[in-house]
């Protein structure tokens, strides 16, 4: 014979059975809390059901990253599965009771992880910015280009001052006034400048290209 569940609810994480001291002890509480209390209770509870409906768009590696059980993990998979409205409504009120339950460093590691996939992680915009920087500095200064070799050897040298030289053309207006001109040899300095970065942090911040002075930019 199947054991009868109890009946009760989750309080940030916490099962509370209906009739237990537990209970009892909250609902006093409860009864001397004021509206505003209530109102904050219910916002939390909002919030967590609509990071846990956020989960089901991360991007597996960073799922995987999170501290969240297997079970958790399933579940979200599941929803993921479920086409039908009314149970995939179900599993959404499931993974929101779950969000509830987890401690609130998770809870931090779960909207670390939501930002990272929207803004990119720390490292990266740091890439994208000196990749930024490396790419002006290789067109506009004649020993760039050196210095960036003697950081990142393995650069395909040819290529490099090939694409330089291109960008250079390419920036040259067509009239006297006219906007420059940024064409395709722009483009692919920045992504191999930005592969590289990626790939090997700078190894020498002596030559970093934020540390150029006024005079070596008007070079």
Avoid: C
């Avoid at 014979?1 to 916490?14: A, D, I, P, Q, T």
């Avoid at 009739?19 to 505003?36: M, P, Y």
């Avoid at 995939?88 to 499931?94: F, I």
């Avoid at 070799?149 to 090939?162: E, V």
Wanted: hydrophobic share 40%; aromatic share 6%; charged share 30%.
């Amino acid at each position: 014979m199947s054991r009868k569940l109890k009946k009760g609810y989750f309080v940030r994480g916490e099962f509370v059975a209906e009739g237990s001291e537990r209970d009892i002890e909250l609902k006093a509480e409860l009864k001397g809390t004021d509206e505003q209390s209530r109102t904050d209770l219910k916002r939390e509870s909002t919030e967590l059901q609509k990071l846990g409906e956020a989960l089901l768009t991360l991007r597996a590696d960073l799922l995987a990253r999170l501290p969240l059980s297997d079970k958790f993990k399933d579940a979200i998979l599941e929803a993921k599965r479920i086409t039908n409205f009314e149970g995939k409504r179900r599993q959404m009120q499931y993974i929101g009771k779950m969000m509830r339950k987890l401690e609130a460093a998770e809870v931090e590691q779960v909207r670390a992880a939501l930002d990272e996939q929207a803004n990119g992680s720390a490292a990266d915009n740091l890439a994208l910015h000196q990749a930024e920087i490396w790419r002006d500095r290789l067109i506009s200064q004649d020993d760039a280009a050196g210095q960036w070799i003697a950081q990142y050897p393995s650069t395909d040298t040819q290529q490099l001052r090939a694409l330089i030289r291109q960008a250079r053309k390419d920036a040259v207006p067509e009239k006297p006034g006219a906007a420059v001109r940024h064409g395709r040899a722009y483009r692919e300095i920045f992504q191999l400048v930005r592969d590289a970065l990626m790939a090997v942090p700078e190894p020498d911040a002596s030559i970093h290209p934020s540390t150029f002075s006024p005079a070596q930019e008007a070079s």
